[in-house]
């Protein structure tokens, strides 16, 4: 089994990566961040219906980009909430 290849979608940031794999004639594509210390996001999942090149569709670049802000805001609000552990 071939594996899937990755690619890092510096255009929304640095620590966003999308993952494409192809799968019985349809191409499929995952996109999280690694951003967060303590967390890791999946922003996207969808199958890319356009046979014309191999970009990522502005829509779907627009999702993501508008979920990253969300998961900034969600990792943000949950590590000021957590309680610091003693040692």
């Not at 089994?1 to 890092?8: A, G, K, Q, R, T």
């Not at 620590?15 to 690694?34: H, K, N, P, Q």
Request: a positive charge.
């Amino acid at each position: 089994m071939p594996i899937p290849e990755y690619l890092n979608l510096v255009s929304i940031d640095a620590g966003v990566l999308e993952i494409v794999d192809d799968y019985d004639g349809d191409t499929f594509r995952a996109v999280y961040t690694l951003r967060f210390a303590k967390a890791v996001y999946v922003l996207h999942a969808f199958q890319k219906k356009s046979k014309r090149g191999a970009a990522t569709p502005r829509t779907e670049l627009d999702l993501i980009d508008q979920r990253l802000r969300r998961a900034r805001e969600d990792y943000e609000q949950c590590s000021r909430s957590e309680k610091p552990i003693s040692r």
